[in-house]
Structures are given as structure tokens and as C-alpha cells.
């Protein structure tokens, strides 16, 4: 009997447990869906002390009372530690998590010192009105023709660009002195996917080239002097010292649009600063180079080769271009193509005429 009854009280001290639990688990849950569905804006507007604050000197900690949340209030000192400065209270809305929202509820409290605020100078440049328009709006901007060397962060953002794009793309533009001057440059940037530069091309206004002193011999000059070149770059410039090696050297500078890294747009910019010495090549001797060295020219194939082997055992080799096409190994073409790059030494074919 005894028994039963402590099975009984066992079972009733279980069921108010569980109850009790249940009720608990209930109010968890409505606690934190109440408290998850509060929007950072909510957050901050909740906030019953606000208080002025200079987006250039605020700390983590004054963020956090303003009611950001960690990560917001961290993205804020790294965007400034990387040398961003707030000339005006609008520019804070740019930054990470600040919402429309947000800006509206903290607009009265920002204050910007008088050490940071925008030059009377430099407002013209900011052009503050378009830009606060802009920033108040937040809708893209439509596609309208800009300037590469002078367009600002805020503006790539307006049309499409993330922000970490948009700071990309400015910071690989100011580090070269340079700055971009062509497609294939403004594509070269990690911050531009091949679609955005698509998107761009018809409306990016690239800087007019600087006046060129000097012109740069083809022939001679190195990877860094090409490389200087407006208009051609370091992997160009590789590019251009390798081919001319395997061609034995450039006989005009045309040539260089054969290879695949110089597009028909870099060649219009660079083509006025560079000169080809067309003295300065070697020749291959086509009655006695041998086939490793016939192989390594651009302008020769494998068909021509195993022609010039086979008819050179037999008939000895040629005294002119002429004869080589009339022997079917090359076309017209390809013979005045080769024929600054090949010479024919007779004296062995002349001492066989007179030895029979």
C-alpha cells in the first residue's frame, strides 16, 4: 500500500515538473521572438540616452550605448581606421549597418568638429547637395557617363557597386599615379567582376593621355621600359620582350598587336610612344638552320618545316624567296611575312655546282 502511494506522489511531483517546464519553455520562446524581432533601428531608437557624438571620435564604447550592435560598432572604427573621415553628417549613413532608419534617429545628435568638416574649398568638388539627395534616397542611381580618375566611392555605390567594392576600386586607382587609363586596367581590378565591366564600358570616361616626350625603341628596351609606357603593363611588357625573342626581333610595331594580351584599344593608346629599329633582328639561314631552330619562329609551321627538310637534302636549299613559293612551302603571304627573318648563304650550293 505504502507503495502505491509513493508511486502516486512519484508520478504527480513529475507531472506539476514537467508542466512547470512547459509553462517556463513558453515564456523562453515569446521572450526571445520579441526580442529578435526588434530591429536594430528599434534598438536604437529605444534608447533613452542619446547624446551628441562626432562620428570621428566616437569610441566602441559609445557606440554600443547609442545601441549599435558589436559587429556595426566594429565595422564603424575599422571603416575609420583606414583613414575614412566624416566631413559631413551625411556621410555616416555610407557605413556599414546604418540604416535609413538609424540616420534619421541619430541625424541630430551628429556632430562634426571643426577639424574634420569640409573646406570651402573642396565642397564644390563633394558637390554635397547631389550627393545628400543621393544618400537620402537610396535608389540606384541611372547609368550616366563619369570620369574613372575623379568619380568618389559614394557615387560607385549608388550604381551597383558594395561598398567594399567601391573602396576597392578607389584605392586601386589612387595607388599608381597613373591611375586607370583603359578597360583592360579597369578590369584588372579585383573589385570589378567581368560583368560589371561589361555594364561599365559604355559610360566610364577615361583620363586623355599625358603628352609622351620620348619613344621607347622596341627593339632594345627592357620589360621596365616598356612597362613605363602608358598603356602597356608589367605582364604586357613580359609579354612583348618573350615574342620578341622568338621572332628574333620586331621589324614594325604593328607586330605587336599578334599578341593576345594587346587588344586593338591599347595599341590606338600606345602605339604614338614607342619606335622599332628595324636593323636590330636576327635572320635564320633557311639552307642550314637546323629544324630545333626553324621551330622555335613564330611565323614558321610544322608543314613548312618538314617540306624545307625534304626538298633541302635534295635539291640543296634555295636562293630566293621565290623559289620557296614556287616550291610550295609557303604562301605569298607567309613569304613576305618571314622574309626580314630569313637569308639564304649559296656559298655551299655554289662550290656543288662547281665540284660537278
Known sequence: MRRVQKIRIV??????MVVTLSITLIHLAKYTAVE??????????????LFAFDPNTVSYEQLRALGFEKQTAVAILKYRSRGKVFEIAE?????YGVTDSIFAVLRPYITIGEQFRAKPDSLTTLNIRRWKQKIASHQPHPFERFRIDT???????????????????????DYDTEGISNMAELRDCWAVSPQM???LARYVIFPEPKPYGGKVEINSADSAALAAVRG??????AAIVEYRKLL???VKIEQLSELKCVTSENFAQFSSQICCDSCVFSKIDINFAPASELELHPYMT?????????LRKSKGGWESFEEIVKDDIFTQEQAASLAPYLYFDTTALEFSEEDD
Do not use: M
Open 197 to 199: 565591366a561589361d555594364s
Open 36 to 49: 529578435h524581432s526588434i530591429t536594430p533601428a528599434e534598438k536604437v531608437t529605444a534608447t533613452d540616452s
Open 91 to 95: 556621410e555616416f549613413a555610407l557605413c
Open 11 to 16: 508520478s504527480i511531483v513529475a507531472a506539476i
Open 248 to 250: 628574333g626581333g620586331y
Open 232 to 237: 602597356i603593363g608589367p605582364k604586357s611588357a
Open 151 to 173: 568619380v568618389s566611392a559614394p557615387y560607385l555605390q549608388s550604381i551597383g557597386f558594395s561598398y567594399r567594392q567601391a573602396e576597392g576600386l578607389i584605392e586601386y586607382r
Open 302 to 310: 610544322r608543314g613548312a618545316i618538314n617540306k624545307i627538310i625534304q
